[in-house]
């Protein structure tokens, strides 16, 4: 699907598929008669009912997790927020095709496809502070590269970044959308010092200030946002749509997510967070969408790391769940 608008974007998300509730109580039926006590696996067993829904299947497997990794760059950079060059965003795309990152160990430790999608490296979204980071077309072409980057046979989608400055564009997206004092969202991202925070708190403001789009999430994002950030909340909403449960990676990844959640309540219920990062707005942000992350590593490298990582925890809840034998079938004596 190819996005003309971010209206033909929104139009979307009206009509999102549930889980199947029939695999999602045939999975909870068959969680209570496996050889443990009630609830012994804790959150491992919410999470397998939890995929079985999505799956619409009372005894799934986790065979095709996809990794997809989006890049883009920000005009924003110009105004001192990252402690690396926007070189850099170009420079790690190569180091991704070449194998040579965290995401690429994890992508395979896990048996996880990776992709990487580069969105108009050599045009980087105009500064925010100036006017908006993207037109209409620019954000809708970017929604349309996210969607199109999705599998539909996977089974389980993590979708990351690369973008120098993007911790910046996912502060200010994340205060528009949230609420609060700019203050409140941002964080040393690539290893500002103090200062450094203060100046990336002051350009968050500025945008904020220059695009008044609270209330209007794709706005929000058009003009807040970056190429990368637009593709991700592409994928995660076509991921719903084909009923594809998802694992929310750091801040950058969330914010975009929380896009889709501020302009559809539920629009999420098939998301997990992997994990809580090291910046400040994540936990906040996670907090606002209800989301209780699997793993909390002081991770903050972005790339899907994270989330790639919760790929493990899952496949363990899944594999107890669909493999472990029933009461009846053990021969043991139930409660």
């Known amino acids: 699907m190819t996005f003309a608008t971010l209206a033909d974007f929104a139009a979307t998300l009206t009509d999102l598929p549930p889980p199947d509730a029939a695999s999602t ?182 945008g904020l200030a220059r695009n008044p789009v609270a209330g209007d999430p794709l706005q929000a994002l058009r003009c807040l946002g970056g190429r990368e950030l637009a593709a991700m909340t592409g994928a995660i909403a076509r991921a719903r749509a084909s009923r594809i449960p998802v694992l929310l990676d750091g801040f950058i990844c969330t914010a975009a997510a929380a896009v889709l959640e501020t302009a559809r309540p539920g629009a999420l219920d098939h998301c997990v967070a992997g994990h809580v990062s090291q910046e400040p707005g994540h936990a906040r942000l996670l907090a606002a969408l209800g989301q209780t992350p699997l793993l909390s590593l002081d991770l903050r490298l972005g790339e899907g790391s994270g989330a790639a990582l919760a790929i493990g925890i899952l496949q363990g809840a899944i594999a107890c769940h669909s493999g472990m034998a029933t009461f009846a079938e053990a021969g043991v004596s139930g409660a």
Request: hydrophobic share 50%; charged share 20%; proline share 5%.
């Open 25 to 206: 109580a045939a999975a909870t039926d068959r969680d209570a008669q496996l050889t443990k006590p009630p609830g012994a696996l804790g959150r491992l067993e919410e999470l397998a009912i939890w995929y079985a829904g999505w799956r619409g299947d009372a005894r799934p497997r986790l065979d095709r997790p996809q990794v997809v990794i989006f890049a883009g760059n920000h005009g924003v950079v110009a105004q001192g927020i990252s402690a690396f060059p926007a070189a850099v965003t170009a420079q790690m795309v190569a180091n991704f095709h070449a194998g040579g990152a965290a995401i690429n160990q994890l992508a395979r430790q896990f048996g996880a496809d990776l992709s990487v999608v580069a969105l108009d490296l050599d045009r980087p979204t105009q500064d925010f502070t100036q006017g908006p980071a993207m037109t209409d077309a620019d954000c809708a072409a970017a929604l349309s590269a996210g969607w199109q980057a999705v599998d539909p046979l996977a089974d389980l989608l993590v979708v990351g970044e690369m973008g120098i400055g993007n911790t910046t564009t996912a502060a200010a997206l994340a205060c528009a959308l949230r609420g609060g004092d700019p203050a409140d969202w941002v964080g040393r991202g690539t290893g500002l010092d103090d200062a450094g925070v203060a100046r990336k708190a002051q350009v968050v403001a500025a």
